[in-house]
């Protein structure tokens, strides 16, 4: 079934109320939904493209600059014609976890607080979590806190996905 001309599309999203949108034929919806995410992942390609191009313009000289400055990270600002280009190379650490918690015990059988130089997290993942048995997770229960996540909500026409 057509719809009127005066039909909201994705570029009239943004200026109309949560309500106004909820209101609109439930085909209109998916519709909407599909062309959004259509959207979303065309712009997502366009980006990736843009970035790789900056990449293949900037890198080298960036990665210059940067050495001449002795900075193996950070963040350099470039000239290209009545454009500062800045660019960023953040920096990515990782610790080898087994490692660290070597090291967590010698400071404490050293006598020191290991909090004083480590912040020091514990996590369960839900699938072991779910794996164990009951004795073990009811000990486990009270430290255990299940908060939802975000709702999504996919309009998908009856007789499968299309």
């Known amino acids: ?3 009127p001309a005066n039909t909201p599309t994705v570029d009239d999203l943004p200026s109309l109320g949560l309500q106004d949108i909820a209101q609109l034929p ?4 998916a519709i909407l939904q ?8 065309r712009d997502k390609a366009a980006k990736a493209r843009l970035d790789g191009a900056l990449t293949v313009r900037y890198a ?3 990665a210059e600059e940067r050495q001449a400055a002795g900075k193996d990270t950070g963040t350099i600002r470039l000239i290209d014609g009545d454009f500062t ?3 960023d190379l953040p920096k990515r650490v990782d ?8 090291m967590v015990e010698r400071i404490r059988a050293a006598g020191d607080d290991p909090a004083q130089y480590v912040d020091i997290a514990f996590k369960v993942p ?3 979590y779910a794996a164990w048995p009951d004795a073990i997770r009811a ?3 009270p430290a255990r806190t299940v908060r939802p996540g975000t709702l999504k909500i996919e309009i998908v026409p009856q007789g499968g996905d299309q």
């Open 26 to 29: 439930v085909e209109l919806l």
């Open 95 to 102: 610790w080898d976890q087994d490692r660290l918690a070597a």
């Open 85 to 87: 280009v800045v660019a």
């Open 126 to 128: 839900e699938r072991k």
């Open 34 to 41: 599909r062309d959004v995410d259509e959207r979303i992942k």
């Open 1 to 3: 079934m057509p719809f």
């Open 60 to 62: 080298t000289r960036a």
């Open 139 to 141: 000990g486990f229960e």
